[in-house]
């Protein structure tokens, strides 16, 4: 597709679930980052890979949070033992290098009852 | 510590009439700043960035900003603003200093612009 594809789009679970996001960056594109955008609030850097290597994931709230790239590609944020504060737009974003604007996908609004 | 504001949840403003939505930043080292927006049911979109030269920045839709260091701000703005402008708009900042080189980004809450015919 031409632009970041972030499924699914909705995501209802019970509390202690466990979830997967998936995002498909825009072909070629290098970087890849996870940002979550909780209600009323502006989006929160969660984690930055440059190609298949977590590069950055100071962001990552505590350790039921985990997200890999296995191919460079895809990329798959994992959320163990979902909680009611988990609940917030996961956005996914990517572009070619390290600079430059980020192209962002829609999202995926995870709600944790 | 790096922080964005953006003191207004809303603004409204009449259609043909200039625009303003203000953003002003705290980063230790020098920032590169941006302004994205979002549309009901759609991504950010990026819509112009401020790396360094011209204070004054041209981006899409016809939408400019303004860098000010004294003042550490970088308000968006637009000479005649349109219905179709009707859409929640983000200030981001990058410290150059701890970003690490890549778009480790920290947004404002946000502000929401609202254009009436």
């Known amino acids: 597709g031409a632009g970041v594809s972030q499924t699914p789009s909705n995501k209802v679970t019970e509390k202690g679930k466990y979830v997967e996001l998936r995002c498909d960056p825009i072909?070629?594109?290098?970087?890849l980052y996870w940002y979550r955008q909780s209600l009323g609030q502006g989006p929160e850097f969660l984690i930055y890979f440059q190609g298949t290597g977590a590069a950055d994931d100071s962001g990552l709230p505590n350790d039921r949070f985990f997200a890999v790239r296995p191919e460079g590609s895809v990329s798959t944020l994992k959320i163990q033992r979902t909680e009611r504060g988990d609940s917030a737009v996961y956005l996914c974003a990517s572009n070619e290098g390290r600079t430059g604007e980020l192209f962002f996908g829609e999202g995926s609004r995870l709600t944790v009852l | 510590a790096q922080s964005v504001a953006q003191p207004e949840d809303q603004v409204n403003v009449a259609e043909g009439n200039p625009l303003t939505v203000k953003c002003t930043y705290s980063?230790?080292?020098?920032?590169?700043l941006f302004w994205y927006v979002q549309y009901p049911n759609r991504g950010l979109q990026f819509l112009l960035k401020y790396i360094t030269g011209d204070n004054l920045v041209k981006g899409s839709y016809g939408f400019e900003a303004e860098f000010n260091k004294s003042q550490t701000s970088f308000h968006l703005k637009k000479p005649s603003a349109l219905v179709s402008d009707s859409a929640l708009y983000f200030c981001?900042?990058?410290?150059?200093?701890?970003?690490?080189?890549?778009?480790?980004?920290?947004f404002g809450a946000g502000t929401r612009l609202a254009v009436h015919p």
């Open positions: 981001a900042v990058r410290d150059l200093r701890f970003s690490g080189g890549y778009n480790k980004l920290i």
């Open positions: 980063v230790s080292g020098n920032p590169y």
């Open positions: 072909s070629g594109h290098t970087a």
